[in-house]
């Protein structure tokens, strides 16, 4: 299972002009593997930052992060390694990307005008595998997450429930270790919120990592959060199991 080290990672914008900022500074972190990990604080304060350095879809201005125990198509030894993925060349990074972690975005970031069953398997499409296996898969998924009946049906025609429902599937297709979600309840009332905790719980119970951006309660005050990460200013100000 993949444990992820972040050793002194700092990010800034806008490097060496008047507007420069940094939005996260010099954080250390290891995010543990099968446990859900909610990083928490008000907007501006650096996490979403974080979680796309972690996710290898930004490169961080300073500092280094391991992902361990993996196995990407283009190492050479068969047995998994730690990797820094800080420092690899952009073709190296989209296969970690691709077979590694699935990404479930604040607005969900599905195509309109292509059906569901379409917009889950898009991920799979670039690991060059059979289409019949994954779209066997994103049948299987869509069954797992009862919209099985939406499978033909554009993704504008669905509810906001029903919609992020989608996109989590759409995350899982390439069977991730890792998960990564955006403020996912951000858009969602109550119940649906909680609708998609219990959601994580199944992905816990099925040895997934998972880490959530998330100010809202109902995420980071859950029973299934292993550990609660406080950001403010682009810093940790606190880290720790759950009480």
Not at 33 to 61: E, N, Q, Y
Not at 137 to 157: C, K, M, N, T, Y
Not at 168 to 191: F, K
Request: with cysteine; net charge neutral.
């Amino acid at each position: 299972m993949n444990m992820i080290s972040l050793t002194n990672i700092s990010k800034s914008f806008h490097v060496g002009k008047a507007s420069q900022f940094v939005a996260v500074n010099d954080v250390s972190l290891d995010i543990e593997p099968g446990k859900v990990t909610i990083l928490k604080g008000p907007s501006g304060s650096g996490k979403t930052t974080l979680m796309t350095l972690i996710g290898c879809m930004a490169r961080p201005t300073s500092g280094r992060i391991v992902l361990s125990g993996m196995r990407a198509a283009w190492m050479a030894s068969e047995e998994p390694a730690g990797v820094e993925i800080t420092s690899l060349p952009e073709r190296f990074l989209n296969d970690i990307r691709r077979r590694t972690f699935g990404f479930v975005f604040q607005q969900f970031n599905l195509l309109k005008g292509i059906s569901v069953l379409e917009n889950v398997m898009l991920p799979a499409y670039p690991t060059g595998e059979d289409h019949r296996e994954f779209a066997k898969r994103a049948g299987v998924l869509l069954e797992q997450f009862s919209i099985a009946r939406h499978a033909s049906s554009p993704v504008e025609w669905l509810s906001g429930g029903e919609l992020q429902r989608v996109a989590i599937a759409r995350a899982l297709i390439n069977d991730p270790s890792v998960i990564i979600a955006d403020e996912p309840t951000a858009h969602l009332d109550t119940a649906l919120s909680r609708e998609f905790m219990t959601i994580v719980g199944t992905l816990k119970k099925a040895g997934k990592t998972i880490l959530i951006a998330s100010h809202d309660p109902i995420v980071f005050d859950s029973p299934l959060a292993d550990r609660v990460v406080e950001m403010r200013d682009g810093v940790i100000t606190s880290s720790g199991p759950k009480p």
